[in-house]
């Protein structure tokens, strides 16, 4: 009798999936291919149905899709009963002998408790750094690292406050200049007064936001952080230290094609989700300070519909650069080849910490030279000189000397190129998983 696994994600739109949704996909095809049975769970929280659970499958993977069960507020939504029974019903269908959670988002904390009420074994993947942020990024307002919800949530409301206004107004303007400790004095008072005014209770729950998810942490089983960053601060979560393993994501290359236009001007490429974080505007900030005799051209990939103010500001900076710049739109999966092969570089200019994003694995493993800016969730990968070109975030000018260098420079291509360190492939990834699988699992299956 063979092992039955559920994939549970937070949220999984397979027509253009990208970063924890396409991981989720590949490693379900890559275990089935293993004569493992697989099933993706997965929420829909832009859904207004009624809460309810429909079924499909992509590529073979059968999907069942929890309706109707949005978190609205990240800042304090942490546990959904809607989602719990939904979810219980979904793993009762499925009877599965383990379950793999790769993000609680949307979902909610509620998973442990489903879960061990089901008497089955759970492993989670951390994505990113949603146990300590609400917005899973560790960024502060200002774009700069964030160190953490800070003394009962003070850093958590002041941004919270901050995108409760319009960006930019007089309202927000003061909210960031309060320093964030003095948030910590009202969200005691919420605290104290929740109980009897109604109005404290959403900053009481920021504020307990930590507390709660500290006390869920320390009951998962195993849990697997993907770099050494995300592994520190699922410690400072409360995740057990014996109980978090460093398990880099493993992928294949995308299918090798070749560029058919030889005469083509150098191309610098941007791959990714077109919002702030991401950095493409950094990218394009870059390309406004290239020598004028710069022959080379940027391609931006991503929907522009994600965030259409973040894309119009990309406009702006498009026609300030010294470079064309096109806007190429989002591409489905099996084209990341083709698109591969017409870039000479790939720029990965993110402004957060990161997470061993796929893009870049798979850049590395397509031997594509890369830039990428000094995060952790990067630099895990990428070593200077060696396999690719590291720039600090936020210095447009370091960045510009960087890919005019490349343009310039063939040797310095080939050299990145051809070096041997290389990320993890795909079917290392899964013996290690398989490992973990037979390790938890019911006696049965070890």
């Excluded at 590949?26 to 089935?32: D, E, G, N, S, Y």
């Excluded at 230290?241 to 058919?260: C, N, Q």
């Excluded at 080379?296 to 990309?314: K, M, V």
């Excluded at 396999?387 to 040797?411: F, H, M």
């Amino acid at each position: 009798m063979g092992l039955r696994v559920a994939l549970i994600i937070h949220q999984f739109l397979p027509r253009h999936a990208a970063g924890t949704e396409q991981l989720t996909l590949k490693l379900a095809l890559a275990l089935r291919a293993r004569e493992i049975d697989v099933v993706i769970v997965t929420a829909e929280p832009t859904s207004t149905a009624a809460p309810t659970i429909t079924h499909d499958s992509i590529d073979g993977v059968p999907v069942l899709r929890l309706h109707g069960i949005a978190i609205h507020d990240p800042f304090v939504g942490i546990s959904n009963p809607t989602a719990d029974g939904l979810l219980r019903e979904a793993l009762e269908r499925v009877s599965p002998d383990l379950v793999h959670v790769f993000h609680f988002s949307h979902v909610g904390i509620g998973v442990i408790n489903v879960v061990d009420a089901l008497r089955v074994p759970m492993v989670f993947t951390a994505t990113d750094f949603w146990w300590r942020c609400p917005l899973a990024r560790l960024q502060a307002i200002e774009g700069t690292r964030c160190n953490g919800p800070g003394l009962l949530g003070a850093r958590c409301l002041r941004h919270r406050l901050v995108l409760g206004f319009r960006h930019g107004t007089l309202a927000a303007r003061v909210c960031a200049s309060v320093p964030s400790w003095l948030y910590a004095f009202p969200l005691l008072v919420a605290r104290t007064a929740s109980s009897f005014l109604p109005l404290a209770t959403r900053a009481a729950e920021l504020s307990r936001r930590q507390d709660h998810l500290r006390r869920h942490a320390q009951r998962i089983g195993l849990s697997l952080a993907p770099t050494a960053a995300v592994r520190d601060e699922m410690l400072l979560a409360g995740f057990h230290p014996d109980r978090v393993r460093l398990l880099p994501f493993g992928i294949d290359a995308p299918e090798a094609f070749h560029s058919d236009d030889a005469a083509r001007p150098f191309t610098i490429g941007f791959i990714g989700t077109l919002r702030s974080h991401k950095g493409a505007h950094f990218l394009l900030e870059a390309a406004g300070r290239l020598p004028a005799d710069t022959k080379a051209r940027i391609q931006i990939y991503g929907d522009r519909a994600t965030d259409t103010a973040y894309a119009e500001s990309l406009d702006k900076l498009a026609r300030a650069s010294t470079i064309p710049v096109t806007f190429e739109g989002a591409f489905a999966e099996n084209r990341f080849g083709r698109v591969l092969a017409g870039l000479d570089v790939v720029v990965v200019p993110s402004l957060w910490m990161e997470n061993r994003p796929l893009v870049l694995l798979s850049s590395l493993l397509s031997r594509k030279p890369v830039v990428v800016t000094d995060q952790p969730g990067l630099t895990c990968e990428v070593v200077h000189g060696e396999n690719g070109l590291v720039v600090p975030p936020n210095d447009a000018d370091a960045l510009a000397k960087s890919l005019y260098r490349l343009s310039q420079d063939t040797g310095l291509r080939e050299h990145l190129a051809s070096h041997p360190r290389r990320p993890m492939r795909m079917d290392l990834y899964v013996d290690a998983l398989q490992a973990i699988y037979r390790e938890v699992a019911r006696p049965t299956f070890r």
